[in-house]
């Protein structure tokens, strides 16, 4: 079942910047769907569409079978941002910020989280306390507290060194085993290439490639996703010069 | 309504554990009042006299000619109150003072003895007791000028700051409605003018200003931080997002002029014409006559007062919501 459809997307921004150019797309319930693109190619012009932030300019986008922007009452209820570098209340401590965030979603679910996301040792911290990989653990146990069905992540790992990438993916991970469905904004594309069942390729605003990683590898005869994104923004910037 | 009071709490424990914002809500306050109380104390009040009655006119010349007391024609008993000065009824012999100027009172009666020399009714005096010393105010003047402060700096420093902070992006796409946002710093702006406000007159009352703290005082100093708030929150509602720190620039350019060209340290009658308009009627001069009435005189306070910042914070707190939305949709 498709939990996301985009179809003929626009936004235009005020300035007559044109973010999106009709794009179209669908994610399925459950599945870790990778979007990438360079810095300004309208990734988080879409999530903030899809969460109900932004408003679409044309086009028709719906989420969970709820129409943007008509039911987006119930789409916060269902969905969740992490924005990128979000920094929660600093001086409040982690628990307490998961808490605020589970009063909004009507939930009781604190524990559970902290417990799920190994942040127990750090409940009583203050924000500002934690190094860079906890708090991107706590942006996702807040994001994560209300049981969404679909987590936005927008630029999960960020700055983050190594261990704590990959113990941001072990996270992504459980998310898809609890059947949330993932829609990751993400630069690394060996992130990409490891979490995600499909990504799509936007640039200037419009989806230039969609698929599983291993066909775009293949599509490139490539070794890595990596390779094939390269190969492609390459072959996209020669056609525009 | 169910998010305004978690929110709320989340950004009143949030601020108030910094160190930071806790200067700015108590030391900020203290600082202002401590210097302007004893500025006030040491103030030489201009020994204003108003004398009205049998030949008044000159009897005024006569005093102005002594260089301590300023000497008009007219006024009434309730100018001693008013303008802490003294009246001079010389129909009857009375004079009118205060405990402000009673130091004065074995002086003026020499001066006037002078000029009746050849009469021998003496003049009696009648000490009026007022609220209304230096002291008072200048503390009520800081309380209206941290209500200005707190609520122009609070809404466009703390929103700035959780913007930077991605938390508004986050809030935005979470079921907490635009208004509940909006409710909710207003309440932290309230809470931190209140203790901005106990803070200052503490300071006070150390200096010997005992207030009359009531309803219709509190019911000013909310309403004017929600006037102030709604003023910041329509800043930063106008200021772009991506340039957010602005919001606090614009801030500071309206803090500064509505601060110093206000009654809130001085008497308006000291700026130059073209600002005394300006000086006596502007927002915080209207919010600390209200103050003022409240706090020190114990009197309801003007109603045309009250009534104008009624409405400009109707008028604010309208704009600054509609423009302080979490989100487009």
């Known amino acids: ?241 | 309504m169910r998010n305004v009071i978690p929110t709320a709490v989340a950004i009143i424990k949030d601020n108030l554990r910094s160190r930071v914002t806790l200067g700015f809500v108590i030391v900020f306050p203290l600082i202002l009042a401590f210097i302007f109380s004893l500025l006030g104390q040491a103030f030489q009040l201009h020994i204003m006299v108003y004398v009205a009655g049998n030949n008044s006119g000159e009897i005024a010349s006569y005093l102005n000619q002594s260089k301590l007391f300023i000497a008009y024609v007219g006024g009434n008993p309730n100018y001693v109150t008013l303008y802490n000065a003294i009246f001079v009824n010389s129909t009857s012999k009375v004079i009118y003072y205060s405990q402000l100027t009673s130091n004065y009172i074995p002086l003026l009666k020499s001066y006037l003895s002078l000029y009746y020399l050849h009469e021998q009714t003496p003049f009696t005096a009648q000490e009026t007791i007022t609220r209304a010393t230096p002291v008072a105010y200048e503390i009520s003047g800081v309380v209206g000028v941290i209500t200005l402060s707190n609520g122009l700096f609070g809404v466009t420093g703390v929103g700035s700051g959780y913007y930077r902070d991605r938390l508004v992006e986050r809030l935005a796409s979470s079921p907490i409605k635009d208004y509940e946002w909006v409710l909710a710093l207003m309440i932290y702006e309230v809470v931190i003018t209140i203790l901005s406000s106990i803070a200052t007159l503490v300071v006070g009352a150390l200096m010997g200003f005992l207030p009359d703290l009531g309803l219709p005082f509190l019911a000013g100093l909310v309403l004017g931080t929600l006037m102030f708030s709604g003023l910041g929150a329509a800043i930063l509602g106008l200021t772009p997002k991506e340039k957010v720190f602005l919001s606090n620039i614009v801030a500071n350019f309206l803090v500064l002029p509505l601060m110093f060209i206000s009654n809130a340290f001085f008497s308006p009658s000291i700026f130059p014409s073209f600002l005394k308009v300006f000086a006596e009627y502007q927002p915080v001069s209207l919010l600390n006559d209200v103050v003022r009435a409240t706090l020190v005189l114990g009197e309801l306070p003007n109603p045309v007062y009250l009534g104008v910042i009624f409405i400009l914070t109707v008028v604010f707190l309208g704009i600054g919501s509609r423009l302080l939305r979490l989100r487009e949709v």
């Open chain 1, 1 to 241: 079942m498709d939990i996301i459809v985009i179809e003929d997307l626009w936004k235009v921004y005020k300035n007559r910047v044109e973010a999106l150019r009709g794009i179209s797309l669908r994610v399925k319930e459950g599945e870790v769907f990778s979007f990438l693109g360079p810095n300004g190619a309208g990734k988080t012009t879409t999530i903030k569409i899809l969460s109900c932030i932004l408003k679409p300019t044309k086009g028709k986008v719906t989420v969970a079978g709820y129409e943007v922007p008509k039911d987006c009452k119930k789409i916060r209820e269902i969905v969740s941002v992490v924005p990128q570098e979000f920094q929660g209340f600093s001086e409040l401590t982690v628990r307490e910020n998961i808490q605020y965030f589970a009063k909004l979603y009507k939930v009781d679910t604190v524990d559970d989280v902290i417990e799920e996301l190994g942040l127990k040792e750090h409940q009583d911290k203050k924000f500002r306390e934690l190094s860079g990989g906890i708090k991107r653990r706590v942006a996702i146990a807040c994001g994560i507290v209300g049981n969404p069905k679909i987590v936005y992540l927008d630029e999960p790992t960020v700055g983050l060194d190594p261990k704590s990438r990959r113990n941001i993916w072990e996270v992504v991970k459980s998310l898809k085993d609890k059947r949330i469905t993932v829609f990751l904004a993400t630069h690394y594309l060996d992130e990409a290439e490891k979490l995600s069942d499909r990504v799509a390729v936007i640039y200037k605003g419009e989806i230039v490639k969609l698929s599983t990683p291993s066909e775009l590898v293949n599509e490139f005869k490539k070794e890595s996703l990596e390779e094939a994104y390269l190969e492609l923004m390459r072959q996209l910037e020669g056609v525009d010069q």
